[in-house]
């Protein structure tokens, strides 16, 4: 099993709709979890961290983490054309030091 | 404030040729990465360095050197390359080893 897996997409929400991204992880200790973009051609950049159960929002991003089910997510509310980019998910497991494990990556396309 | 500053940003080798990839940060940062990212593969780690005057081997260390010269300095070796080694390298840096990265602008090596 992968550490980190991500649905590649291409995943395509009309401007103004409500974008789901998901990201699941091994079963190992998890500590923490990151949410990046990338747009094509560029380095990632960091969107927002998330620690514990539940719901966390940052302006029109919302990030959920259950690790009951091994999953967290990210919501990109009122999606606009310039939200297309790459999402990676990023986890960091307690028994592996200082390494962040990233996801392949989802392709969020915002329609006009 | 630059950030992360990575050169070069292109580099085309010969197989078995050796080159430095040159990090930089200016945010007083503690902690310096090295992560090769690949098609397919998402980003991996190669090298991490979570202090000054220490360094670790990542995920994918093999075929490759660092050394972090001071506090802010934190550069990758290739000794011989290989085309296996062509990828997009990224350096990125955090407060802390448990935090979020800032990442520099990439370096596209293409080994012939």
């Known amino acids: 099993q992968k550490e980190v897996e991500q649905n590649s997409g291409p995943l395509s929400v009309p401007e103004g709709a409500i974008a789901s991204l998901n990201c699941t992880y091994s079963?190992?200790?998890?500590?923490?979890f990151f949410w990046y973009r990338q747009y094509s051609g560029k380095s990632p950049e960091l969107i927002m961290s998330?620690?514990?159960?539940g719901d966390k929002e940052d302006g029109r991003f919302t990030a959920q983490l259950n690790k009951a089910s091994q999953y967290v997510s990210l919501l990109i509310r009122d999606s606009q054309p310039s939200d297309s980019a790459t999402y990676l998910c990023?986890?960091?497991?307690?028994?592996?030091?200082?390494?962040?494990?990233f996801g392949t990556g989802t392709s969020l396309t915002v329609i006009p | 404030n630059a950030g992360v500053t990575q050169t070069p940003k292109f580099q085309v080798l010969k197989t078995g040729q050796s080159m430095t990839l040159q990090c930089a940060q200016d945010?007083?940062?503690?902690?310096m990465y090295w992560y090769r990212q690949d098609p397919g593969m998402g980003l991996r780690l190669i090298y991490y360095s979570a202090s000054e005057g220490t360094t670790d081997k990542g995920e994918v260390p093999n075929g490759y050197n660092v050394s972090r010269l001071n506090k802010r300095e934190f550069s990758l070796r290739l000794e011989s390359a290989a085309p296996s080694q062509t990828s997009v390298y990224f350096c990125?840096?955090?407060?802390?080893?448990?935090?979020?990265?800032?990442f520099g602008s990439g370096t596209r090596l293409t080994v012939v």
């Open positions: 079963d190992r200790v998890s500590q923490s």
């Open positions: 945010m007083n940062h503690n902690s």
């Open positions: 990023a986890v960091r497991y307690r028994n592996t030091g200082n390494q962040f494990y």
């Open positions: 998330i620690y514990s159960n």
């Open positions: 990125a840096s955090s407060e802390a080893t448990g935090n979020g990265y800032t």
